[in-house]
């Protein structure tokens, strides 16, 4: 293991130059105190532990001290926000520290939000606050124990610095990491500035770094946006599973990688809602849950846009036509993971649109807690547990013969299918209610409640005595909580 004084840099993205980052130093926030760390995202370091009891991690993550060998930069970007284009974003409150090596060879870069001011940062203050800072560690380590592609959270840091937002509330920083925080958003602002040059050393950046398989191909770029409409799909596959909402996706908000990455708004389904909307200030819903899927679509097409210099258009549409196949395939397989099957039936999406549609017309049903205990018995003994939840009880009773038919075909112990469904069925989900009362205590200087509850979130599936509250459904008002982007 390592400590905080031997970790290795190697800045690759910093060597591109000044056209794609700007050198910004880190401003440091007031009476830094660490709120909580995660030592499996420190492992990713190589970094012990322990290190996270020194001042000086505090200090480092606070903006107070840096690393001889960091470079800190500002990256510049643009995007689609909310459908219509924004020609210059960037870090307006983050900054890329650099990237690390560890013993196994991965470079991870190191990006400190809450930073402060920076050249993109347009009417902002470049400060995070401790709330928005909290929910982001919480859903990056959370979403990464669930199998849902993300970027991490070392840590968040507070501190006395006052900043104002709807009303006056302390400053922190989150540290997140990611072995790329390039974004759809990156491609567009060099395309759309025509610094086609400069787009073709950030794609071959891109592909020698994380797709070296690609420039091996006789089209490259196409073989990059294929690569990145595979992962896109994956995770948006994840994301319709879990019953995950972003919230703010935005082209700026989509990673290369096909991590989910930059948490605002976000939300799990308590009750089942193809149509939930978890941002407030989406006004039209544009980014509902239902409209994830196509939502993705459109982003990968922007991507595609920007990657005109250098393949043709009918060949990125033809890759753009691979998204919805890969993204079904993808889903049918989690969702039959879900419900305890292990093999493929030609009507399985039919029960599965079914299932939905009858947890839909009441919204009675708890999205994470009807899977976990549609694993607890056998299967027609789990089917009488989850009955009442349900409106529609005759349709219910139609449906549960059906599953009942198919888990037939699987055979097996139940004792093996238990065991099954609960590997990939939350007992714990992180709810809205949840991370606000965490937040309220640590807002009092009260850290207990949270790290509880990432304690709890890092080991989703596994039954842990004594946290059973972690477990029940949320109380109604706990159902309505307003996010916004807000941070």
Known sequence: ??????????????????????????????QPRLVMASESAMALLDLAASEAQRTEFAELFAGHKLWEAAEPRAMVYSGHQFGGYTPRLGDGRGLLLGEVVNAAGEHWDLHLKGAGLTPYSRMGDGRAVLRSSIREFLASEHLHALGIPSSRALCVTGSDTPVWREKQERAAMVLRLAQSHVRFGHF???????????????????????????????????????????????????????????????????????ITFDYGPYAFLDDFDANHICNHSDDTGRYSFSNQVPIAHWNLAALAQALTPFSSVEQLREALELFLPLYQAHYLDLMRKRLGFTTAQDDDEALIQRLLQLMQQGKASDYTLFFRRLGEQAPAEA?????????????????????????????????????????????????????????????????????????????????????????????????????????
């Open 188 to 258: 567009e602002y060099f395309y759309y500035t025509r610094q086609h040059e400069q787009l073709k050393m950030l794609g071959e950046h891109v592909m020698a770094c994380h797709f070296p398989a690609c420039l091996e191909q006789d089209e490259p770029w196409l073989a990059l946006l294929r690569e990145v409409i595979e992962r896109t799909a994956a995770m948006i596959a994840h994301w319709q599973a879990y019953g995950f909402c972003h919230g703010v996706m935005n082209t700026d908000n989509m990673s290369i990688l096909g």
């Open 1 to 30: 293991m390592k400590s905080l004084d031997t970790l290795t840099f190697d800045n690759r993205f910093a060597r591109l130059g000044d056209a794609f980052s700007t050198e910004v130093l880190p401003e440091p926030i007031e």
């Open 383 to 487: 089917l009488k547990i989850v009955r009442d939840d349900f409106v529609d009880l005759a349709g219910f009773d139609a449906w549960g013969i059906d599953y009942l038919a198919r888990c037939a075909l699987e055979g097996g112990e139940q004792s093996e299918r238990q065991v099954r469904m609960h590997a990939v069925n939350p007992m714990y989900i992180l709810r809205n209610y949840l991370a606000q009362q965490a937040i309220e205590a640590a807002e009092q200087g009260d850290y207990g409640p949270v790290r509880e509850l990432h304690a709890v979130l890092s080991r989703p599936f596994e039954e842990q005595p004594g946290r059973e509250r972690y477990a029940e459904r949320p109380p109604e008002w706990g159902k309505h909580l307003e996010i916004s982007c807000s941070s």
